[in-house]
């Protein structure tokens, strides 16, 4: 897992630059292929995945990683309907129509009936609308941006997801191995409980004990097989497949500890975290809003022009026209007013917006510190408390073979053993969750 400090560059045109290498690559890949599926007939059965494997399945075939990449190329789109105001508008059209008149000679009524034909091509050129235009092209450059952020938010929640899902089914395999090996204590003391007995040394209801002890267990074992189950589905659901095939899944790396300050962290996240950045975009559109109402004040020149041919007969008529024209507003009942307002009012609510994000990004960051901080100490605690069960059963055992110790004795040390062996599993990959929230809360896809 990399944790080299890592800094993100200001969004440049249309794709905003993700946290790192990974995220860019991997939604540029979804932008340029949103209907590629990278599902589970590219996963081959027995193939075994790390999660930087899992987390570039996700990237490349989740539905909402689609969605997301969908949404900014129809914002991209948006930015070219706008700036087709700067190109000629041309149209072609046609008519024909067929008049019956009555006319009226000498006081006798006759109907008439003539066709008339017509055809024109028109041209129509904005020459100048004192920056309506350009106003309305930067607002959607911005938002278009602000789009791009909005796919790096996607891929930092979808990574996360599947973090998540990765390592609750290696603590949910290792959780089985712990069970599986009380099981076969339970099975080692029932041998010997029955030995004691029939030696005459320990009495019938220490077997029956045994028994039941090893028919819990082995109850355990059966819920942690199902846990596996239910892990691998979720893990599957993360990635965006529907199935996948029986594949591994590797170990997570040894334990290293990850140590970052807090203003570090803070500083990383204000720089990287791609939803602070699409709310400034979304801010930076909201300012060109402001210039963009006031145009409604301005006036428009543009210039016409058109050929075509007409007539009742054939052949028809030439006629040309060409032309400019100058719309000026005098009076709009105060609309551009009102329009700046509500312009200055939107900025004032993203100014507001930012403020509030910026205070949860930081709390967010906190949380995940004081977090890690935690399950580092349960760790130590955890592996303390390992080794005492696992001494308390060997002296337990011990006793029980020499005929001093008793049933339950054994039943429970091997209960608190089992216990111990799976808080240690779980704080184990609690610690690399931790990880995987602050580099989350820092805008960090990997």
């Not at 991209?76 to 508008?89: E, F, H, L, N, T």
């Not at 129509?124 to 941006?145: M, N, P």
């Not at 210039?291 to 428009?300: F, H, L, V």
Request: glycine fraction near 6%.
């Amino acid at each position: 897992m990399n944790r080299k400090k890592t800094e993100t560059a200001r969004p440049k045109r249309y794709l905003l630059i993700p946290a790192t290498a990974v995220s860019i690559l991997m939604t540029l890949l979804v932008f340029l292929c949103p209907a590629a599926s990278f599902g589970e007939d590219q996963v081959k059965p027995g193939e075994v995945l790390d999660l930087g494997m899992c987390i570039a399945i996700a990237l490349k075939n989740h539905p909402d990683m689609v969605a997301a990449a969908s949404s900014q190329k129809a914002s991209i789109s948006r930015i070219g309907q706008a700036r087709s105001s700067y190109y000629p508008q041309v149209s072609i059209n046609a008519d024909y129509m067929r008049v019956k008149q009555p006319s009226y000679s000498s006081g006798i009524t006759t109907d008439s009936t003539n066709d008339t034909y017509d055809g024109s091509v028109s041209l129509s050129q904005l020459l100048y609308d004192f920056g309506r235009t350009s106003s309305q092209v930067g607002i959607k450059k911005s938002l278009s941006e602000s789009s791009g952020a909005n796919v790096a938010t996607t891929a930092r929640d979808v990574s996360y997801a599947v973090k998540q899902s990765y390592y609750g089914l290696l603590n949910a395999r290792d959780t089985l191995e712990d069970n599986r090996e009380t099981v076969k204590n339970f099975e080692q003391h029932l041998d010997m409980a029955k030995k004691l007995f029939e030696a005459g040394i320990k009495p019938m209801i220490d077997v029956t004990k045994a028994e039941m002890d090893l028919s819990q267990a082995r109850l355990s074992m059966i819920k942690a097989q199902n846990d596996i189950r239910v892990a691998r589905l979720t893990l599957t659901n993360s990635m965006g497949i529907d199935e996948m095939p029986d594949i591994k899944i590797k170990d997570a790396p040894p334990y290293t500890d990850y140590s970052i300050t807090p203003d570090e962290s803070l500083n990383r996240a204000y720089a990287s975290r791609p939803d602070l950045k699409a709310l400034q975009w979304e801010y930076d559109a909201a300012k060109r809003s402001i210039d963009y109402a006031k145009t409604g004040n301005y006036p428009n020149l543009s210039g016409t022009a058109g050929v075509g041919k007409t007539g009742r007969d054939f052949p028809l008529n030439d006629e040309w026209s060409i032309g400019a024209g100058l719309s000026i507003p005098i009076f709009t009942g105060f609309n551009v007013r009102y329009q700046v307002d509500e312009a200055r009012s939107n900025l004032m609510i993203k100014k507001a917006e930012i403020d509030r994000l910026k205070q949860n990004i930081r709390l967010d960051v906190q949380k995940a510190l004081v977090n890690l901080s935690e399950i580092k100490e349960a760790i130590k605690v955890a592996s303390v408390g390992m080794y005492q069960a696992k001494q308390n059963r060997e002296l337990a055992e011990g006793r029980y073979a020499e005929g001093i110790g008793n049933a339950i004795e054994v039943s429970d040390a091997l209960t608190s053993e089992l216990t111990a062996k799976t808080n240690h599993t779980i704080v184990q990959y609690q610690y690399w969750l931790a990880i995987a929230a602050l580099q989350k809360a820092m805008g960090e896809v990997e």
